[in-house]
């Protein structure tokens, strides 16, 4: 089967060396083109336009920033009308689940298929293969491409309709939010208690609300250091899609109004745990 793949950020990049690695064929499109240059050393061809991508493919990959950017390609550009009948396109951004919908309804017009499936995990499981691939759709286009989603993930899921990969990535990734926050509070609150940091994370840690998450962010907090692993940036943006739902409850509204403060107060480019600096103001 042969592969395009467009969006080579830092979730597409690593993604596609998998796919190399596990023998696919690969035609990758970027729009700023020198991110390109490591995966064509690699293996992967690389295309001159979008055109070229959606020909020479069996299957289209999308992974870019946001709904913009997604809409950009798919309407602004046409995709779905350089493509051949049948040919599936799978979107892995993490965007609205309108966008999803609207992209499904486009495609249909085209008689193309169109599949949701933005993925749970950062740019470390994307290297590991091991992210959780969250799949919404026609179950038929599903069945004919999980297979491709086995390089990159540990597990993918079908849920069900357009969009259903969407709003599975918008929930997970609520809890996310609420629980680095709620680290957060609880070292900052502890702090003021008089109890040091390095102690504090050690109980969250080795008790029954400790995380892979409060494990991981504990050497950020330590050291005030916030390298990004998953940018806040990028958490504001799926707490504002699941804001924009109107159906957050009260601890995700909390952390909806939190994380928009950091990204006004310019803690974008950190990791997600920089929400820490927020709140410590
Ligand atoms: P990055 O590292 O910020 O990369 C974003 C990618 O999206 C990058 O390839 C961009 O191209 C591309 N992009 C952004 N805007 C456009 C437009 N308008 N047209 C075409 N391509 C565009 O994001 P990640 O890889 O970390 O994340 C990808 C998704 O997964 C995102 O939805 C996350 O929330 C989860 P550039 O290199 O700037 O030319």
């Known amino acids: 089967m042969k592969l395009g793949w467009i969006g080579l950020g830092n979730m597409g990049i690593p993604i596609v060396l998998n796919l190399l690695k596990a023998g696919y064929e690969v035609n990758v499109y970027n729009r700023t083109a020198e ?20 020909e020479s493919s069996d299957v ?50 085209f008689n193309a298929a169109f599949i949701d499936a933005p993925v749970s995990g950062s740019v470390q499981p994307a290297k590991d293969g091991t992210l959780i691939v969250l799949a919404g759709g026609e179950e038929s286009a599903y069945q004919q491409v999980k297979k491709l ?9 079908y849920l069900g309709e357009s969009s259903s990969g ?14 680095v926050q709620g680290i957060a509070e609880s070292v900052l609150f502890a702090e003021k208690q008089g109890i040091k940091k390095e102690d504090m994370l050690t109980i969250i840690s080795e008790s029954a609300v400790g995380t892979a998450i409060s494990k991981m962010k504990t ?14 940036k990028h958490m504001a943006k ?9 159906e957050l409850l009260p601890i995700g509204a909390s952390a909806y109004e939190t994380f928009q403060q950091a990204l006004a107060n310019n803690l974008g480019d950190l990791d997600v745990m920089a ?3 927020q709140l410590a103001n």
């Open 35 to 54: 991110k390109g240059k490591e995966l064509v050393e690699k293996g992967a061809t690389q295309g001159k336009n979008l055109q070229e991508i959606v």
């Open 149 to 157: 989603f086995e390089p990159m993930s540990k597990m993918s899921i």
């Open 166 to 179: 969407s709003n599975a990535k918008l929930a997970i990734n609520l809890l996310l939010g609420i629980t």
């Open 60 to 109: 289209v990959f999308t992974m870019v920033s946001d709904d913009a950017a997604v809409k950009s390609l798919y309407l602004e550009n046409n995709l779905f009308g350089l493509a051949k009948e049948g040919q599936v396109f799978i979107d892995m951004s993490t965007v609205s689940p309108h966008t999803s919908r609207e992209l499904f309804a486009e495609a249909k017009k």
């Open 238 to 246: 799926d707490l504002r899609l699941a804001n924009e739902t109107d």
């Open 219 to 232: 050497p950020s907090i330590l050291h005030n250091e916030y390298p990004a692993a998953f940018a806040l």
């Open 275 to 277: 929400v820490i600096k």
